[in-house]
């Protein structure tokens, strides 16, 4: 079984605070079992499609639900994504200037194409309070293809320049 999990995410606030994702409710977020790979299911390592591009999950962490609503959907407006998940109810915990700080977030899950992600980190850092956001990627090495392919048509070609 492959399972992932993930702690101490941090960004900065626009107080110039680091906030960190303690813990965050949907780990596991990836599980693969016998069970799952023995049915017929379309599954891909990403080296091996010539029908998707090398793809990427981005977290970006925003101090409220206004704040990740409008920057999600001008993300996808702009085709930097092909979809981003808003995850509410983040609590970071950090040290910032020797003490210890609390604030609620909300994470952005971001999937897009691995060459947008400078693209993305600057639409981000354009558009986004913190003095300096949190912009993370992790790449995605397999799954369904033809969601790997939706993501691929989904978003700009490139580096950002348009299709």
Same mark, same amino acid.
């Given at each position: 079984?492959?399972?992932?999990?993930?702690?101490?995410?941090?960004? #900065?606030?626009?107080?110039?605070?680091?906030?960190?994702?303690?813990?965050?409710?949907?780990?596991?977020?990836?599980?693969?079992?016998?069970?799952?790979?023995?049915?017929?299911?379309?599954?891909?390592?990403?080296?091996?499609?010539?029908?998707?591009?090398?793809? #990427?999950?981005?977290?970006?962490?925003?101090?409220?639900?206004?704040?990740?609503? $409008?920057?999600?959907?001008? #993300?996808?407006?702009?085709?930097?994504?092909?979809?981003?998940?808003?995850?509410?109810?983040?609590?970071?915990?950090?040290?910032?200037?020797?003490?210890?700080?609390?604030?609620?977030?909300?994470?952005?899950?971001?999937?897009?194409?691995?060459?947008?992600?400078?693209?993305?980190?600057?639409?981000?850092?354009?558009?986004?309070?913190?003095?300096?956001?949190?912009?993370?990627?992790?790449?995605?090495?397999?799954?369904?293809?033809?969601?790997?392919?939706?993501?691929?048509?989904?978003?700009?070609?490139? $580096?950002?320049?348009?299709?």
């Amino acid at each position: 079984m492959l399972s992932w999990g993930l702690s101490n995410i941090c960004s #900065i606030s626009p107080s110039s605070r680091i906030g960190c994702a303690q813990s965050l409710p949907f780990v596991p977020l990836l599980q693969s079992s016998a069970e799952t790979q023995s049915k017929n299911v379309h599954t891909i390592r990403m080296e091996a499609s010539k029908t998707t591009v090398a793809s #990427i999950v981005v977290y970006v962490t925003v101090p409220n639900k206004e704040a990740g609503k $409008k920057l999600a959907e001008s #993300i996808v407006k702009e085709r930097l994504a092909a979809c981003v998940n808003r995850v509410p109810g983040i609590e970071s915990i950090y040290e910032w200037k020797g003490e210890i700080q609390t604030d609620s977030e909300e994470l952005l899950i971001i999937k897009t194409r691995e060459s947008l992600l400078e693209a993305l980190t600057e639409h981000v850092k354009a558009n986004h309070e913190y003095e300096v956001p949190e912009v993370i990627s992790l790449p995605i090495t397999g799954g369904n293809v033809e969601y790997l392919e939706w993501i691929k048509n989904s978003t700009r070609n490139g $580096k950002g320049l348009g299709e």
